[in-house]
Nanobody, 126 residues
Framework: QVQLVESGGGLVQAGGSLRLSCAASGLTFSSYGMGWFRQAPGKEREFVAAISYSGGNTHYADSVKGRFTISRDNAKNTVYLQMNSLKPEDTAVYYC???????????????????WGQGTQVTVSS
């Protein structure tokens, strides 16, 4: 059974940084692209960042480009999201997800990802 467990969320002041981690088990981690999504209160879940199975390709939402960095450590079965220069509008529950299919091109739409983690809350105060 595939499990994704996020950690690292919390409360931070605007301009601060957080690093989210997502530990994966039950799958050949190095064969799957990974993604981070977020859902703010009253809004739909949205794409944040994605990384290919090898880590060689990444893609970001325009809203986080230049501030967030996605990375992975295939030896540790973990994907990370380094978030710098945080803004109040970054406040959301952040979810990691694995691509439905192994290998392939980088994916950025929700339908391409399953399963999902339980989410971790990130709150940025102004």
């Amino acid at each position: 059974q595939v499990q994704l467990v996020e950690s690292g969320g919390g409360l931070v002041q605007a301009g601060g940084s957080l690093r989210l981690s997502c530990a994966a088990s039950g799958l050949t981690f190095s064969s799957y692209g990974m993604g981070w999504f977020r859902q703010a209160p009253g809004k739909e879940r949205e794409f944040v960042a994605a990384i290919s199975y090898s880590g060689g390709n990444t893609h970001y939402a325009d809203s986080v480009k230049g501030r967030f960095t996605i990375s992975r450590d295939n030896a540790k079965n973990t994907v990370y999201l380094q978030m710098n220069s945080l803004k109040p509008e970054d406040t959301a529950v952040y979810y990691c997800a694995a691509r439905r299919t192994s290998y392939g091109n980088i994916a950025i739409t929700e339908a391409d990802f399953s399963p999902w983690g339980q989410g971790t809350q990130v709150t940025v105060s102004s």
